[in-house]
């Protein structure tokens, strides 16, 4: 599905192309205000953004200039009102798809919408190549549409100009690589190489060797020099996933890093000067692990700089849907055949309470995609949608006809709480009749 950003300081203007956008089959966001419309477009993902000329604080050729100094890869069409052609013309030359005069016909909108996809798509084969070349991290949309999440991009938006040390921190599964990344790409360091190390997953012999580097000869199998991680990243932004499971040994090095900006090879005498912005991660109480004395209290203090939560999917189920939306969308990409998830789809996966969170919520539905036969997934689709509960189900597991039944009462008792107890919005909601509603509840025993 398209994203669009829609940047506008008339209320009656976001409502009306929202819903327009909308029921065209666009994903629209949108936003007041230059300023934080700039902050978002550069830590989010969008493919289109429809910007007004003329707006207090920060005007629609500013917004332009400076998203386009960030390297914002977004199509910009801009809007003027009468006497805004020259701005939306000047904009156009530095770099704006098109503009659309106001007031405008809602089909001219559509048009000029549909006209920027087709753009894009006629490059998409020079872009896939491009992709595969890349060895940059893969960029993923910040979906924010929980208060917590926007909470986490207000962060993102003050310190990604800074050196500063950021820790963050959620279960496994939240999405902190992704808040990471898009600190990077928001840094001035984003040209620069972003390298992620996943502290947990090198074991702890080669650990060392991996994140620093060695010498020829510094230990039995070191034919050759070997640069490390660290100077990898040199000029640009080092990520430590799992910092908690970094050795105590290694916690040492990794502070003079952050410190004097050195870094030595195993094996060698020399030490050599490093240029990074060190980003990281952790599920684990970090203050509970320096109280055990698993963790250096000097380390901890000196990545615990700026803080950034992200709290398990459960505790923000606001953003489930839009999440959902966003996997399908990848998903038509990858397969090259529409995915597409039906409101009760939608309704039945809020209703989860996603143990793994957004990684968990992301595997079930690209597994009912390779499953499954057609192009909208139903609740029945996603039903059996983990593995780990495959193999705990016992040997009399449920019949498909029960799955089935179990999905849509999960479904339909989602809907209604959403719908406070309206059944008419409820059933709006779940794509089905007034009627239809009424008797399923009455066979399923939803009250």
């Known amino acids: 599905m398209t994203r669009v950003l829609v940047v ?3 209320p009656g203007l976001r409502q009306s192309l929202g819903l327009l956008l909308a029921d065209a089959g666009y994903e629209i966001l949108a936003e007041s205000d230059g300023r934080r419309a700039l902050e978002r477009a550069t830590v989010e993902l969008f493919d289109i953004i429809l910007c007004d000329v003329r707006m207090p604080e920060l005007d629609g050729l500013e917004f332009l200039r400076a998203y386009q100094a960030r390297g914002g890869q977004a199509l ?3 809007m003027s009102a009468y006497g805004g052609e020259e701005a939306a013309l000047a904009a156009m030359k530095e ?3 098109d503009y659309l005069p106001k007031p405008f016909r809602p089909d001219e909108v559509v048009l000029t919408l549909r006209k920027a996809e087709e753009r894009e798509r006629l490059g998409n084969t020079i872009a896939t190549l491009k992709a595969q070349l890349d060895t940059g991290p893969e960029r993923r949309a910040v979906v924010a549409e929980s208060a917590a999440m926007k909470a986490a991009l207000e962060i993102v938006g003050r310190v990604a100009a800074h050196k500063t040390t ?3 921190t959620g279960e496994s599964g939240t999405g902190k690589e992704v808040i990471a990344q898009a600190v990077h790409r928001a840094s001035p360091r984003s040209s620069a190489p972003f390298v992620a190390i996943n502290c947990a997953a090198i074991p702890d012999a080669l650990l060392e060797s991996e994140v620093f580097g060695h010498v020829r000869g510094a230990f039995t199998g070191a034919s050759s020099d070997k640069v490390g991680l660290v100077e990898q990243a040199d000029g640009g932004t080092l990520f430590l996933d799992e910092i908690g499971e970094l050795p105590l040994a290694l916690q040492v090095k990794l502070l003079r890093v952050l410190q004097e900006g050195e870094v030595r090879r195993v094996g060698d005498h020399r030490v050599r000067r490093v240029d990074v912005r060190v980003l990281a991660a952790t599920a684990r109480d970090l203050a509970a692990e320096v109280a055990a004395g698993r963790f250096r209290d000097d ?3 000196r990545l615990n700089v700026v803080a950034v939560h992200l709290p398990p999917l ?11 939306r966003h996997v399908a969308a990848q998903l038509t990409r990858r397969f090259g055949r529409p995915v597409t998830l039906s409101p009760a789809a939608l309704a039945w996966l809020e209703a989860q309470p996603w143990p793994g969170n957004v990684r968990e919520l992301a595997h079930a539905i690209e597994r009912a995609a390779v499953l499954g036969d057609r192009e909208m997934l139903e609740p029945a689709d996603l039903a059996s949608r983990s593995t780990r509960d495959a193999a705990e189900r016992p040997a009399t597991a449920v019949s498909l006809r029960e799955a089935v039944e179990a999905a849509e009462r999960d ?3 989602a809907a209604l709480t959403a719908a406070s107890g309206n059944r008419r919005a409820a059933a709006a ?4 009749s007034l009627r239809t509603l009424f008797y399923k509840m009455e066979r399923l025993g939803v009250e």
């Open 8 to 10: 506008d300081d008339e």
């Open 95 to 97: 770099g704006a798809y």
């Open 314 to 324: 459960a505790e923000r189920p606001a953003d489930i849907a839009p999440l959902a």
């Open 76 to 78: 910009v069409i801009m």
């Open 166 to 168: 950021v820790l963050i």
């Open 299 to 301: 380390l901890f203090y």
């Open 411 to 413: 479904a339909i008792r």
């Open 429 to 432: 909601q779940l794509g089905v």
